[in-house]
């Protein structure tokens, strides 16, 4: 090895460029400081030549275009799925803090209580409205599962997680901007986020399958509010029976 050569610290390989031709990681990696961590973090996150921007822009101008690549094989181009929905989940969480969101706006509006007793099932819908974004894995599954059912021959079960990981980040931004509409517009409609994800996921099934939109947009639709559906039943069984053993 020459004295311009040098190990990568990931994987070992010897390289004299920037990075790992091998892995990718920066070869001048020395001991973790805070500077290092934070400047990675504000790289990865913000930066205009990083993942994230690109992702989010795909998300808008063309999701079934970073739904193909991602899935043929191109990982490093694009945030990770799971990433980017923690990371959403997380953008979601922030503004619910910061705006001092009362969980009682989501489920104070008269809406059950009016038509039906639901005296039993109150304490354990209010538990699922107040830690509604720790239940929203289920709805990636639920979403996965239903698309792999009507689109069976298209991708594995695996794939479809995976954009569903991206469907429901994108959904949680969604839920977030939506939290100021409840806040402070008009608390008595709380759907917003619900029927725009509905439309949002009709729009990236078509971009994502291109072709027979009207039947691929139909199908979507099915899948959307059958996923949705199941989300809720499994959310509010949960909540359920934690709020149950909580009792006892």
Not at 11 to 20: N, Q, S
Not at 72 to 101: E, M
Not at 139 to 154: E, G, M, N, R
Not at 198 to 207: D, E, G, L, R, T
Request: hydrophobic share 50%; charged share 15%.
């Amino acid at each position: 090895m020459t004295s311009e050569s040098k190990y990568c610290k990931n994987c070992g390989a010897i390289t004299k460029d920037l990075f790992c031709a091998h892995c990718g990681q920066r070869t001048s990696v020395n001991k973790v400081t805070l500077g290092e961590t934070f400047n990675d973090l504000t790289d990865n996150m913000f930066s205009l030549a990083a993942p994230l921007p690109l992702t989010l822009r795909r998300l808008v101008l063309n999701p079934g275009a970073l739904f193909r690549e991602y899935l043929s094989g191109k990982r490093k181009k694009y945030y990770s799925p799971i990433s980017f929905f923690i990371l959403s989940t997380l953008v979601y969480l922030f503004i619910r803090w910061a705006i001092d969101f009362d969980d009682y706006l989501e489920i104070s509006a008269g809406t059950f209580e009016e038509q039906i007793d639901l005296e039993l099932f109150s304490p354990a819908r209010d538990y699922m409205f107040q830690n509604i974004k720790s239940l929203a894995f289920i709805l990636v599954f639920t979403l996965a599962v239903f698309t792999k059912f009507f689109f069976s021959k298209k991708y594995t079960l695996a794939e479809y997680i995976a954009v569903s990981f991206y469907l429901n980040g994108f959904y949680s931004l969604f839920a977030a901007l939506n939290l100021f509409y409840i806040q402070y517009v008009n608390p008595k409609i709380q759907y917003l986020a619900m029927v725009a994800m509905c439309v949002y996921f009709i729009y990236a099934m078509i971009s994502f399958f291109r072709n027979q939109r009207l039947k691929v947009g139909l199908k979507s639709f099915m899948i959307y509010w059958l996923a949705y559906g199941t989300y809720v039943l499994i959310a509010i069984n949960i909540s359920y029976l934690i709020v149950m053993f909580e009792q006892l």
